[in-house]
């Protein structure tokens, strides 16, 4: 059910790349930098570039900059900027229910469904792009004091 695709989390990492290196940053060196073809990073970059995200520099030292502090970009907005569906999809949905399920009127999981789409949503909103450059540990600290699992359901390491 939740997926990222590959261009969403290449996008992601083109980001924090450029959010590290808290300059100006060329497609040439931003594809080396994280091992992905031309091609694939200028596609990218105009995604991020028509929502947003990035700004393009053109001239002889042009280049690519974030749009906004990493603190004041959303993991969301990244990754809806080269996203044409959610990244969480549930397949039951009133509006078109499907006919193999005898359970369209009236069903128990579709609630479920629903507020996980929406607990995912809320944590790719509240997560910015500063917090993506957070080491693991703290980044894993930081997520169970906003969104606390039971005791026995933490994620493994």
């Given amino acids: 059910m939740f997926r990222v695709s590959r261009a969403e989390e290449q996008a992601v990492r083109l980001i ?60 969301a907005q990244v990754i809806g900027a080269v996203s044409k569906d959610p990244v969480f999809g549930y397949p039951c949905r009133e509006s078109n229910a499907t006919p193999d399920c005898p359970r369209n009127e009236n069903c128990g999981l579709r609630p479920v469904w629903k507020h996980l789409e929406s607990r995912v949503t809320e944590v790719l909103h509240q997560t910015s792009v500063e917090d993506l450059l957070k080491r693991e540990l703290a980044a894993r600290r930081d997520l169970n004091e906003l969104w606390p699992l039971k005791q026995g359901q933490a994620p493994s390491a």
Avoid at 17 to 46: C, F, H, I, Y
């Fill in 16 to 75: 924090m790349r450029m959010a590290l290196g808290d300059r100006q940053m060329t497609l040439s060196e931003l594809a080396e930098n994280e091992n992905l073809p031309e091609p694939t990073v200028a596609k990218l970059l105009g995604m991020l570039r028509r929502r947003g995200v990035v700004e393009a520099m053109r001239g002889r030292n042009g280049g690519y900059v974030l749009a906004a502090r990493p603190c004041d970009i959303s993991a």
